[in-house]
Nanobody, 116 residues
Framework: QVQVAESGGGLVQPGGSLRLSCAAS????????MNWFRQAPGKERELVAS????????MYADSVKGRFTISRDNSKNTVSLQMNSLKPEDTAVYYC?????????WGQGTQVTVSS
């Protein structure tokens, strides 16, 4: 059974940093591209960052480009999202998910709150 578990969220001041982590299981992680999404209150879920199977290609939403970095560790079946220069508008629940498999269940997500 495909499972993902996000962690690392919390409360941070504007300009601060957080590192999110996603532990995946139930599939061959090294053969899967991975995405990070977020959903802010009252808004639709949006794609934030994507990482290719080999980790050599990445994609970022314009709103986070230059501030967020996605990376993966195939030896640990984890994908991370380093978030720097955080802004109040980054406040959301963050989710990871395997790309190209819309039938996979969503994880619980991890809450990120950026506030002074």
């Amino acid at each position: 059974q495909v499972q993902v578990a996000e962690s690392g969220g919390g409360l941070v001041q504007p300009g601060g940093s957080l590192r999110l982590s996603c532990a995946a299981s139930g599939f061959t992680f090294s053969s899967a591209a991975m995405n990070w999404f977020r959903q802010a209150p009252g808004k639709e879920r949006e794609l934030v960052a994507s990482n290719s199977i080999g980790g050599t290609r990445t994609m970022y939403a314009d709103s986070v480009k230059g501030r967020f970095t996605i990376s993966r560790d195939n030896s640990k079946n984890t994908v991370s999202l380093q978030m720097n220069s955080l802004k109040p508008e980054d406040t959301a629940v963050y989710y990871c998910k395997r790309r190209d498999y819309p039938q996979d269940n969503w994880g619980q997500g991890t809450q990120v709150t950026v506030s002074s």
